[in-house]
């Protein structure tokens, strides 16, 4: 029978001791230097930071408003490379600028998740140089109060798709800088918000020049893409995708949740777009959207719209054309295949009989009509045809009835300027197409 050795005093010291040791070395791993408002200034704070980080493994480093310069930045940041860092937060370091930003970038670890650089003073040089160094599985990308504008936001988007971190980005936060409708607008800024995968918060409030919210296609026509899906997420959009502090352009984002595309045009005071909605899509003015009604009552339709500056976030100017444009189409209609659901019943009808008579092909086609008289049959000429069906048919008719009782269009249109055919039956006083 074999018996068990019972351990020594110098063996169970030795266990204690390997056993501290695994302890200490799990307390380290997960470290955080936190340096925030302790002034790096000269050789000595410098030495002492570089030490701290030479020190033990660090997962993250935290120099918030720590007075950091060009040559500090370039002292210290070699180091961050030696870690598996998850979070860089350098944020209120004003000295930096560009120069430092270039010099941190090429350290930046590839396990880094979250980098807060906010009021560093980068500029649009220092983005560029940042944006092709930042790790692919990057979750959160602080960048607010830098003054960079639009090439700076492509930049970085540009890097998102290169870099891969589109798909696993949740915050990007580009508050308070000088972005424009212009970068909005862009393909690269098309492109990467429709891959990305993740994306909580997208912050863009704040911009200067303070005039954005009535700049035409501005930062509001980024609350409108993303709420329809003209810019399409990979999943469903959720309602804090926008981090928007702003009052008036919260309660607009609110209203916009159901605008077509016609209230957008009309918003924005684009008289050629309403107009090509109205004559070549066979969009309807009077569709109210009840939901930005009451978020605002200007907001309910698009002839409303284009004739008020008092909803939130509107226009400072006004369009007489594009009111009386819109005046004119609320009450008549003219006929085109875009327009036919819109045209009163014995129109529609009409419409209908002179595409059957003419088995689909339109006037040129040729019918024989019957005489009383030996002769026989005698041709009808496709003029006398489009002259019959032309009286009937042309010029401006009244709009098809709306209901009474209140009913919207289905969830199936609600951003869609032509409504389909279950939809009609909802809206429209006669259900038959």
């Known amino acids: 029978m074999s018996t068990r050795r019972a351990p020594t005093t110098e063996g169970s010291s030795r266990a204690a001791e390997r056993a501290h040791k695994r302890a200490r070395i799990a307390e380290t791993s997960t470290a955080a230097l936190n340096l925030s408002c302790a002034p790096l200034v000269g050789d000595a704070a410098l030495a002492h930071a570089a030490g701290k980080l030479r020190a033990a493994p660090l997962t ?19 180091h961050f490379a030696k870690h598996a860092l998850v979070e860089i937060s350098l944020a209120r370091n004003r000295g930096m600028g560009a120069e430092g930003v270039a010099a941190l970038a090429p350290h930046i670890p590839s396990t880094v998740r979250r980098l807060n650089l906010c009021n560093t003073g980068m ?9 092709p160094h930042l790790p692919g599985r990057l979750r959160e990308l602080l960048l607010a109060t830098n003054r960079f504008g639009n090439e700076g936001l492509c930049a970085v988007l540009r890097s998102a798709m290169d870099n891969g971190w589109v798909r696993t980005v949740r915050v990007l936060d580009v508050r308070f800088n000088h972005i424009t409708s212009h970068a909005l607008l862009r393909d690269v800024t098309t492109e990467a918000l429709s891959n990305v995968v993740e994306l909580e918060e997208l912050r863009l409030d704040g911009q200067t020049p303070a005039t954005f919210a009535h700049e035409p296609y501005s930062l509001r026509t980024i609350v409108w893409l993303l709420a329809f899906g003209r810019v399409a997420l990979g999943r469903a959009p959720r309602p804090n995708v926008l981090d ?6 919260n309660a607009y984002a609110r209203a916009t949740t159901r605008w077509t595309e016609l209230h957008l045009h009309a918003d924005n005071r684009d008289a050629e777009l309403v107009r090509r909605l109205l004559d070549e899509e066979g969009a309807d003015p ?4 009840r939901r930005a009604a009451r978020v605002h009552p200007h907001m309910g339709t698009a002839l409303a719209l284009a004739s008020s500056t008092a909803y ?12 009386a444009m819109l005046a004119d189409a609320v009450e008549r209609v003219r006929w085109s295949p875009a327009t036919h659901w819109q045209c009163p019943k014995e129109v529609r009808t009409t419409a209908r009989a002179r595409a059957t008579m003419m088995a689909g092909r339109g006037i040129g086609a040729v019918r024989f009509l019957r005489r009383e008289k ?5 041709f009808v000429p496709p003029e006398l045809w489009g002259l019959i069906f032309g009286f009937l048919i042309d010029g401006a008719h009244a709009r098809r009835a709306l209901r009474t009782d209140g009913r919207e269009r289905g969830w199936c249109c609600r951003h ?12 429209y006083a006669d259900a038959e197409e």
Do not use: M, Q
Request: charged share 20%; glycine share 6%.
């Open 123 to 131: 500029g649009d040089d220092g983005v560029r140089a940042l944006a």
């Open 286 to 289: 009077r569709l109210v959207s």
């Open 244 to 249: 928007v502090v702003d009052v008036e352009v």
């Open 312 to 323: 939130p976030a509107a226009s400072s100017t006004s369009d007489a054309a594009l009111r």
């Open 374 to 378: 030996s002769d026989g049959w005698r």
């Open 60 to 78: 993250a480093v935290n120099f918030f408003c720590a007075r950091l310069g060009v040559t500090a930045v370039r002292r210290l940041s070699p």
């Open 416 to 427: 869609t300027s032509v409504v389909c055919a279950a939809c009609r039956a909802r809206v």
